[in-house]
């Protein structure tokens, strides 16, 4: 799959803020590392005409509906960002379930930002509400290929992420209190929160791409729920186009049309 990025942010002065994160859900790690970043459900901007599309202010790919997800999986080559362009902001990419429609999101993926015009790396995980973590056990590079799995077992969720370029992985798994499990997400993500909990500047990343024909990552954007186990197209009339477009309705970044096969797009 993915995703273009448009036009130019001005680039903002602000650092994320920690204010009102609730404690870890589970004991940490050498491996984890507490992040200012968060990552929050699809804050939406608003519905067009276009069956199966909409617009968001901090998410752009796709997401499908349905019932009791069980799984879904990803994988995207890590983008470049030029920090020339977009400094001191930020870019997400990850898979996950929850967060369309609902207020928790079980997920993990890799950030590519900008430190002034300083770019740099990371990959992370997240049960929101509760705190987004840094994963140092999993170093990531521009142009690294990623793929990550989140999995509800009947009790609790584990993320996997594994670098395939590298192949340094990272696991967790936590109860998330609420989850409804009624989606799941390939998501490009301006992440949150200026020190006023706004959405953070969108990083100039380029082109995000996601999935099988571009990481020869087999069977890497499916997810499962009730009663569908495939790609997303699989999911019909549950497949949900986004485009991230600022609170002013401007256009950032836009999913391609998904690949023959139903799984890919740039």
Not at 52 to 71: I, K, L, P, Q, R
Request: proline share 6%; with cysteine.
């Amino acid at each position: 799959m993915f995703f273009k990025r448009l036009g130019i942010l001005a680039a903002l002065a602000v650092m994320p803020a920690f204010a009102q994160v609730p404690n870890s859900p589970v004991a940490l790690t050498t491996d984890e590392v507490l992040s200012p970043i968060q990552h929050a459900p699809m804050r939406l901007h608003e519905v067009p005409t276009t069956n199966g599309s909409v617009t968001s202010e901090n998410w752009s790919g796709y997401a499908v509906t349905g019932s009791d997800f069980t799984n879904a999986e990803g994988s995207w080559v890590v983008p470049a960002v030029n920090c020339t362009k977009t400094p001191n902001s930020y870019s997400a990419f990850w898979v996950g379930i929850d967060g369309y429609s609902s207020t928790t999101v079980e997920q993990t993926g890799t950030i590519s930002f900008c430190s002034g015009t300083t770019a740099a790396y990371y990959a992370w995980y997240e049960f929101y509400p509760n705190p987004s973590f840094d994963i140092t056990a999993v170093p990531v590079a521009p142009g690294d290929k990623m793929s990550a799995s989140v999995t509800f077992n009947g009790t609790e969720f584990t993320t996997t992420i594994t670098n395939e370029t590298t192949g340094k992985h990272f696991s967790k798994s936590a109860k998330v209190k609420g989850a409804k499990r009624s989606s799941a997400e390939w998501i490009a993500e301006a992440p949150c929160c200026t020190t006023s909990g706004g959405i953070l500047p969108l990083s100039d990343f380029g082109t995000g791409s996601f999935g099988d024909d571009y990481t020869d990552i087999a069977n890497t954007n499916y997810a499962t729920d009730s009663s569908v186990t495939g790609p997303i197209s699989d999911f019909g009339a549950g497949v949900e186009e986004i485009t991230m477009v600022s609170s002013k309705g401007v256009t950032e970044a836009v999913p391609t049309s998904l690949s023959t096969d139903g799984s890919a797009s740039r």
